[in-house]
């Protein structure tokens, strides 16, 4: 049985090797990207809003500051990598809030929908054998008014797609997928993309044909990876986050002196 989720396919699409001594070999690192850290950080602020607002308190701008703040403190460590020079560590922390607080005010007090659950975990299989199962967290899943439901992705990156990206992007579809097998009765759902940087929301379906589509493509590439021998090097921008610079006949020349810690597994940018 293969069990695969999408951060796991798009690291074997970004690079083959990265993805092997992630996910085959299993080398452990502390290094974490500080997008990838502010990302976590405001996923744990916005989850834990709807959380608190499910409990019937609304969050002020100042309690999401303040748990931000909080986690912040709590989360960073010294293996937090900046790779750019021209933002500040203070600037990131900045942005986090700067989303924060147009988040706060696009959507308090938080109760135009039903939120159902937030980090949802699914497990869900593309073939009826069992054969291929996914897993995958929904940040939020919600219904609203007219009972539609909605899977909701949080996104801290500072670039936005377009809409005929959105249209082909592969994790939430592969998501309403888990949805519809976790609750056949559920008829139509939306795919939202908070793009919390540019105060913008994304919206996109799915129809019959296209889960067809994304079944078959996801089932060759699941096939491609089980039977792969060789995990090339895939050298691109992606490698200035790359944790095994050291392993990589590509880079390592630029890391023979100060190797990177080998402790504990890189958290998941996904979000
Ligand atoms: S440095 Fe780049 S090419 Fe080398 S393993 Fe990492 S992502 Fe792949």
Not at 60 to 69: A, I
Not at 154 to 179: A, F, N, V
Request: glycine letters at 4%; charged letters at 30%; one cysteine or more.
């Amino acid at each position: 049985m293969s069990l695969y989720s999408h951060s796991q396919l798009s690291t074997y699409e970004q690079c083959p090797l990265r993805y092997k001594l992630r996910y085959r070999d299993r080398i452990k690192r502390e290094v974490t990207g500080i997008e990838a850290f502010l990302g976590i950080i405001v996923h744990e602020t916005l989850r834990r809003c709807y959380n608190d607002a499910l409990r019937g308190t609304v969050s002020t701008p100042m309690d999401l500051f303040s748990y931000y703040d909080e986690l912040w403190e709590r989360k960073w460590h010294d293996e937090i990598v900046i790779t750019r020079n021209d933002i500040s560590l203070e600037d990131y922390r900045a942005q986090g809030k700067a989303m924060l607080i147009a988040y706060h005010q696009r959507y308090a007090p938080f109760n135009s929908e039903v939120t159902i659950g937030t980090e949802m975990k699914l497990m869900f299989s593309l073939k009826e054998n069992d054969n291929y199962m996914m897993v995958g967290f929904i940040d939020r899943l919600s219904r609203t008014k007219d009972g539609i439901h909605q899977i909701h992705d949080y996104k801290t990156s500072s670039h936005l797609p377009l809409q005929e990206e959105i249209d082909q992007d592969r994790q939430l579809g592969l998501y309403s997928i888990g949805i519809k097998q976790k609750w056949p009765n559920i008829e139509k759902i939306n795919l939202i993309w908070h793009y919390l940087a540019f105060d913008r929301e994304l919206i996109s379906h799915r129809s019959d044909e296209d889960i067809r589509r994304l079944i078959d493509n996801t089932i060759r590439l699941i096939d491609e990876i089980n039977d792969a021998t060789d995990f090339p090097p895939r050298e691109s921008a992606l490698c200035a986050w790359c944790e095994y610079p050291d392993l990589c006949p590509l880079r390592k020349h630029l890391y023979e002196v100060d190797p990177l810690p080998r402790s504990t597994e890189q958290p998941e940018a996904g979000a």
